[in-house]
């Protein structure tokens, strides 16, 4: 390995590091045109959301907290960003803001776990503007990529069923080492029983699950003898582990089993099915062995799940991988929308973005969600509907004042209910994969107005 290679190695203090280059060249513009401690309110919200989906689950919050607690720039650092030559015409006073740099600013944001639409921000930042342009990057990192993993979880969870076991298997084909470990979170969160990546698990105080893979059975097959010999090798010292029976012959496979049980030679507690046609499949395992739960893995999503439950699949539970942790992205954007108290918005064709800082106001009736409101921060919108305003949740709390935090963390347990929660608040439409109907929010009266202004503003400057 090269010297180079082994410095892509990160560790958290890398994080402030972990930018892209126009954060650092626009926070020094600020700090040159001395605005950079004018107070600036940015928002994170999805303009569109991915095709087929009908909501988002907000996920990431936690890892957003833990990088703006730790935000800071060491004396290695600035040196290697004064080596590359790019700041040479800065003034001085940029580097010694770095040197001295923290997060002082205000969090707010929709909790973990809680369901949101186009246009809706799931978390604002409230700081001096060098500081909410610096930590852009890395919270639409975090924030996009489990608010993803989080959905197709959840989705997936809402299609299986309560009683289905769905695993998260997909470390081998998550984007690097660190989104893995974020999947394996996000996945537990938005619905999930349990991951197969051993260092996430561990690190959630989860147990870690697994089956074996091909591999073990052609070894030992070649090894030994028989594929028998390989599953009788691995219950030798995994006498629980489900049996990956496709390797060669699945129906052989299954009925070697099914006779060895009926003679007592064998317990089998759970077999595994990663190739073929599952649902066929599926019910001949039932046949042979009704006392089997029955795993499947291999390409699933929750399209997958809903066909093979219309197939009337005899499946107890999913290995997910490729599916999950891959796919369209959400595209989460993070736009300023005041500074120094004055309303800002994007005009773009296409990219419009609403003024001010703003609140979600949701209603539910008996549990199910009606309606919900984008407005501006403790706005009144009783005037706006039949329901009074104190039957509407403000979705957006504060979480960090002046730098430090004041949300106590959560528990995966805590937000899966969260999670969970927030799907059966939909109604079905939105929940629906097949061409899911977006949630019709309103804009308040004072956002309408504000937007209008704010407009005609840009337009006569």
Same mark, same amino acid.
């Given at each position: 390995m090269t010297q180079e290679d082994r410095e892509l190695s990160l560790s958290p203090e890398d994080y402030s590091l972990l930018t892209d280059l126009y954060q650092l060249t626009m926070a020094a513009c600020y700090i040159g045109e001395e605005i950079d401690q004018r107070q600036a309110n940015f928002e994170v919200f999805v303009r569109r959301l991915p095709v087929g989906f009908g909501y988002l689950i907000a996920m990431g919050l936690a890892q957003v907290l833990d990088y703006l607690e730790?935000?800071?720039?060491? #004396?290695?650092?600035?040196?290697? &960003?004064?080596?590359?030559?790019?700041?040479?015409?800065?003034?001085?006073?940029?580097?010694?803001?770095?040197?001295? $740099?923290?997060?002082?600013?205000?969090?707010?944001?929709?909790?973990?776990?809680?369901?949101?639409? #186009?246009? /809706?921000?799931?978390?604002?930042?409230?700081?001096?503007l060098w500081q909410g342009q610096l930590v852009e990057t890395y919270l639409l990192n975090t924030l996009n990529y489990q608010t993803l993993i989080a959905t197709k979880a959840a989705r997936m969870r809402d299609i299986a069923g309560n009683d289905a076991k769905l695993f998260e298997f997909g470390t081998r084909r998550a984007f690097s080492p660190q989104a893995s470990v974020w $999947?394996?979170?996000?996945?537990?969160?938005?619905?999930?029983?349990?991951?197969?990546?051993?260092?996430?698990?561990?690190?959630?105080?989860?147990?870690?699950?697994?089956?074996?893979?091909?591999?073990?059975?052609? $070894?030992?097959?070649?090894?030994?003898?028989?594929?028998?010999?390989?599953?009788?090798?691995? /219950?030798?010292?995994?006498?629980?582990?489900?049996?990956?029976?496709?390797?060669y012959d699945t129906s052989a496979a299954t009925r070697l089993l099914a006779q060895r049980v009926k003679q007592g030679d064998m317990q089998v507690s759970g077999v595994r099915l990663d190739s073929g046609n599952l649902g066929q499949l599926s019910q001949e395992v039932r046949a042979l062995l009704p006392e089997v739960t029955i795993f499947a893995s291999g390409d699933i999503d929750e399209w997958e799940i809903a066909r093979l439950q219309r197939e009337n699949a005899c499946i107890d539970g999913y290995g997910i991988g490729t599916k999950l942790v891959t796919g369209v992205p959400v595209n989460g954007v993070?736009?300023?929308?005041?500074?120094?108290?004055?309303?800002?918005?994007?005009?773009?064709?296409?990219?419009?973005?609403?003024?001010?800082?703003?609140q979600i106001y949701r209603y539910l009736e008996n549990g199910q &969600?009606?309606?919900?409101?984008?407005?501006?921060?403790?706005?009144?919108?009783?005037?706006?509907?039949?329901?009074?305003?104190?039957?509407?949740?403000?979705?957006?709390?504060?979480?960090?004042?002046?730098?430090?935090?004041?949300?106590?963390?959560?528990n995966l347990e805590a937000i899966a209910k969260r999670t969970a929660a927030s799907v059966a608040s939909l109604p #079905?439409?939105?929940?629906?994969?097949?061409?899911?109907n977006l949630l019709p929010m309103k804009i308040s009266d004072n956002l309408q107005e504000l937007t209008q202004k704010t407009k005609e503003l840009r337009i006569e400057n």
């Open positions: 730790k935000f800071r720039f060491n #004396p290695a650092q600035i040196k290697a &960003l004064k080596s590359t030559g790019i700041f040479a015409n800065v003034p001085d006073k940029f580097w010694s803001v770095l040197a001295e $740099a923290k997060f002082t600013g205000d969090v707010w944001a929709v909790p973990e776990g809680t369901a949101i639409f #186009p246009n /809706q921000p799931l978390l604002r930042i409230e700081a001096p $999947a394996a979170r996000a996945a537990l969160a938005g619905g999930m029983d349990a991951t197969s990546n051993v260092l996430a698990a561990l690190k959630l105080g989860r147990k870690p699950v697994g089956t074996m893979a091909h591999a073990l059975v052609m $070894a030992i097959s070649a090894v030994e003898g028989t594929e028998e010999d390989a599953f009788h090798a691995f /219950q030798r010292y995994f006498p629980e582990a489900p049996l990956l029976i496709d390797t993070y736009k300023l929308v005041e500074i120094d108290g004055i309303p800002v918005m994007k005009n773009s064709t296409g990219k419009v973005s609403y003024p001010g800082r703003k &969600l009606k309606q919900d409101y984008l407005g501006l921060m403790d706005e009144d919108v009783s005037n706006q509907t039949e329901h009074q305003t104190d039957s509407f949740i403000k979705l957006m709390s504060q979480v960090v004042k002046n730098g430090k935090i004041v949300q106590k963390s959560e #079905p439409e939105i929940r629906s994969l097949e061409s899911p």
